[in-house]
């Protein structure tokens, strides 16, 4: 498995708009993507404008599918301008 965990800083003001967004793409990712096994979005009220986002994928190249899918690019054309920070950070599965 390719692990995938993403933390976003969302402008204030946009949360509303950011939100449904984020979970539409998640959804569209587990239902079309064969390679897409989880997609978390996650918040804490706490941190109000902290979106986090855990993701599984068989592997690298299932994760670059996604990158390049069709609902992926609309996605994020719509959320660029909302954030403010971004952080990805990936990890591969260790096996025996």
Request: glycine share 2%; aromatic share 12%.
């Amino acid at each position: 498995m390719y692990a995938v965990v993403v933390t976003f800083q969302i402008r204030p003001d946009d949360m509303e708009a950011f939100m449904p967004a984020m979970l539409e793409n998640a959804a569209t990712s587990l239902a079309q993507e064969v390679g897409c096994h989880q997609f978390d979005v996650c918040t804490d009220p706490d941190r109000a404008s902290e979106v986090f986002l855990y993701e599984l994928y068989t592997d690298r190249a299932a994760f670059d599918v996604h990158l390049t899918s069709p609902h992926f690019k609309s996605f994020d054309a719509l959320v660029t301008p909302m954030i403010l920070d971004k952080k990805i950070v990936t990890y591969g599965q260790v096996t025996p």
